[in-house]
């Protein structure tokens, strides 16, 4: 009987998504098939703890963390060990834990999705699902990337960057910059996090002051995008070297926008798989999503989205998630679903890219001449 495959399972994290990831560490877990992988869970707390033991999702997703103990995964090539991380008078002590061959990483947002984490995977040399530090941290910043892809005429819609200590110093200076450059109504979003966490639709004045408050809860960089009056068309992109991209989907909001509840919470918005698009206009999309996913080096997986003029036709890239969501109402593993691709089978292919990649890397010469 062949070896089981060795899944570490990460979920929660430091983030304003972190009751997302257990949504689809939750998913993800239910149809890893046990006869193939022996998964470990890694839950971290919001403050930041790594831990470890028996029952993990379910100690998190209770917010009962007693029964479980602290784990660690070091920053250097230990044939990528778990260790039980004991305190002592005498010191810490480290306690082999579990041996891992692919960290599953379900961390969305800040210390997660942003590069911080596949930092420790690489030094650690481990395989791991999804984009690395280049893809994850460029992804993740929606202003850098909204750069990245106008440097390479991807359309964007127009945007202006705030700092948080900008709207200290003078928030009506703030506002008189939006509403030269913009016009109402206007979406304001942290930079630097997903699942629609404190993002703002304003249509007025008082409207911004409330969003760009809002948003610098989450964020010390704020992005103020100029509204559109558009459908909300996503794509999922999945593979290495040689990515392809899903039939495209729709998202029909049951709110203003798509909101967090409405992405998580409630039953109102409506998805719809395939798109009533243009076949030819489709292609365009897809062609775009395979672009922008080969542009900030993504690997693995990657949902990308965009905006669709309802007047113009004419389609605006909007955001790429390097860790979309994975619940089974999210919208990557629909689209998956519907382009052929079941969802346990999706699963498989993204840890089968990960030991690809990792394996490609591992040809890479880093000792020099």
Known sequence: MAEKLRIGLIFGGR??????????????????????YQVTEIGITPEGMWLGGSAVLEAFENKQYDALSPVILLPEPRNATLYHLTRSPLGDILEPFARLDVIFPLIHGTFGEDGTLQGL??????????????????????????????????PVVDSLLVNRHELESGIADVISQVEASLTYPVFVKPVNLGSSVGVSKCFGASDLVEGLLEAARYDRRIMVEQGVNAREIEV????????????????????????????????????????????????????????????VDCAGMARVDFLLDRDSNEFFLSEINTIPGFTRISMYPKLWDATGIKYSKLLDKLIELALERHKKKLEINTEGV
């Open 236 to 295: 999922s992109v999945l593979g290495n070297d040689h990515p392809q991209a899903s039939v495209i989907g729709e998202v029909l909001p049951g709110a203003e926008f798509y909101t967090y509840d409405a992405k998580y919470i409630n039953d109102n918005s409506e998805l719809v798989i395939p798109a009533k698009v243009d076949a030819a206009l489709a292609g365009k999309i897809q062609a775009t999503a395979i672009k922008a996913y080969g542009l």
């Open 121 to 154: 995977l690489e030094l650690a040399d481990v395989a791991y699902v999804g984009g690395g530090v280049l893809a994850s941290s460029v992804g993740m910043d929606k202003a850098l990337f909204k750069e990245v892809m106008r440097a390479n005429q991807i």
């Open 15 to 36: 983030s304003g998504e972190h009751e997302v990831s257990l949504l689809s560490a939750h998913s993800v877990r239910s149809v890893l098939d046990p006869d193939i």
